[in-house]
C-alpha cells in the first residue's frame, strides 16, 4: 500500500516500470481516482514539481520509463530520498513488471519497436531494459506483475491499492421522473413506480406531490410499497458498494412514475434517506416535480 500523507501535505506516487507492462492505464486509472498524473516528464525539471516549494495538487502521478529524457535510476533513487529526508515529502513508487514472452507478445501485437532494441529483436530490448530498471524494481514499494493481467484486472489492482488515498468518491444521484417525458437517458438503475395506487386519483392529493405529507401517508398506506420499497433499499445497499469497487464515478439511480409528481418523488427522497443512513451522500434531483398535473398525461385509468 502506498504511503500516506497527512492532508495538508503534497502526496507524490512515481509510477514506473517495463514498457508494455500497463503505466499508461495505470496512469489513466489514478486519474479517474483524482490524482493529477504527467507522463514522461523530464528528470531535470522533477525539483521544480516535487520539491519542498513546489506547488501543486496533493496527489501527483509521475510516470517515467527508459525513454525519459535523462534516466538514470541510481540518480532518480538518490533525488527521492533526499526529498524524502530533507524535506519531509511523502514519495512512493509503484513498479510495473511483466514477463518477457508476455512482454514480447505485446510488442508483436502492436508492432511496435522496442526503444532499446534499435535494430536488434524486440528480446534484446526487453533484456537491456530489465537490467537497466533492476534498481527501480527493487527500490519500489509496489510491485505489481501484469503478465495474467487484462486491462479491466489492472485497474482493479490500481484502484485496490491506491482508491483509499484519492480524493473523490463515487457520485450517487437519486432522481424521479415522468414516464409521459421519456426517460432520463443517463440513469443507470430505474425502478417503475407505476404499480403503486396513484394519488393523483385521490381527492385532495391531485395538486400535491410526494414532497407532501398526505401523498406519503397515502402511498406508506399501501402493504405492497413496504415489502417492494425493502427490497429495493436492500439491492441498492448491495449494488453501489459493488460500482464503487469497479471504480464507477457516477450512478445515477432513477424513480419513475406517470407523472413525476407523486410516487416518484416520494420514493426517491425516502430511498434517499436511506442511502445517508448507509454511508452514502446522494443528490436529489426531481426532473418533473415542476410541470402542472393537468399538463401530463394521466390517462383515464388508474396506472
Same mark, same amino acid.
Given at each position: ?6 492532508? /495538508? ?22 486519474? #479517474? ?5 504527467? #507522463? ?17 495538487? =496533493? ?10 529524457? %535523462? ?15 530533507? #524535506? ?8 510495473? %513488471? ?51 493481467? *487484462? ?9 485496490? =491499492?491506491? /482508491?483509499?488515498? !484519492? &480524493? ?15 426517460? &432520463? ?14 394519488? =393523483? ?21 399501501? !402493504?405492497?410499497?413496504? +415489502?417492494?420499497?425493502?427490497?429495493? *433499499? +436492500? ?20 424513480? @419513475? ?6 410516487? +416518484?418523488?416520494?420514493? !426517491? ?7 445517508? %443512513?448507509?454511508?452514502? /451522500? ?7 416535480? @415542476? /410541470? ?9 385509468? =388508474?396506472?
Amino acid at each position: 500500500m502506498a504511503n500516506k500523507a497527512p492532508e /495538508s501535505q503534497q502526496r507524490i506516487l512515481l509510477v514506473t516500470g517495463m514498457l508494455g507492462a500497463g503505466k499508461t492505464t495505470a496512469l489513466r486509472e489514478l486519474e #479517474d481516482l483524482g490524482w493529477e498524473s504527467i #507522463d514522461n516528464f523530464p528528470i531535470r525539471l522533477l525539483d521544480r514539481m516535487v520539491g519542498g516549494n513546489a506547488p501543486g495538487a =496533493h496527489s501527483l502521478a509521475i510516470g517515467f520509463d527508459c525513454r525519459t529524457r %535523462d534516466f538514470v535510476p541510481a540518480d532518480i533513487i538518490a533525488q527521492v530520498k533526499r526529498w524524502i529526508e530533507e #524535506d519531509g515529502l511523502a514519495i512512493s513508487t509503484l513498479f510495473l %513488471d511483466c514477463a518477457g514472452y508476455e512482454l514480447e507478445r505485446r510488442f508483436n501485437e502492436t508492432r511496435r519497436r522496442h526503444f532499446l532494441a534499435g535494430d536488434l529483436p524486440v528480446p534484446s530490448g526487453i533484456a537491456a531494459e530489465r537490467e537497466l530498471l533492476a534498481p527501480m524494481r527493487r527500490w519500489a514499494d509496489v510491485l505489481i506483475d501484469t503478465t495474467d493481467y *487484462s486491462t479491466n484486472d489492472l485497474k482493479q489492482t490500481i484502484r485496490e =491499492h491506491f /482508491s483509499q488515498t !484519492a &480524493p473523490q468518491q463515487m457520485t450517487v444521484t437519486v432522481s424521479s421522473f415522468a414516464f409521459a417525458r421519456g426517460k &432520463p437517458p443517463t440513469a443507470d438503475l430505474v425502478f417503475d413506480m407505476r404499480y403503486l395506487d396513484n394519488p =393523483h386519483w385521490e381527492p385532495g392529493l391531485r395538486e400535491q406531490t410526494g414532497l407532501d405529507a398526505g401523498v406519503g401517508e397515502f402511498i406508506e398506506g399501501s !402493504a405492497v410499497f413496504t +415489502s417492494s420499497f425493502e427490497k429495493i *433499499s +436492500s439491492l441498492l445497499l448491495e449494488l453501489l458498494p459493488r460500482y464503487a469497487k469497479q471504480g464507477k464515478a457516477y450512478v445515477n439511480i432513477a424513480f @419513475g412514475c406517470t407523472g413525476g409528481r407523486h410516487r +416518484s418523488v416520494y420514493t !426517491a427522497e425516502k430511498m434517499a434517506q436511506v442511502l445517508r %443512513d448507509g454511508g452514502f /451522500s446522494p443528490t436529489v434531483l426531481h426532473r418533473n416535480l @415542476g /410541470s402542472r398535473a393537468e399538463d401530463l398525461v394521466e390517462g383515464t385509468q =388508474h396506472p
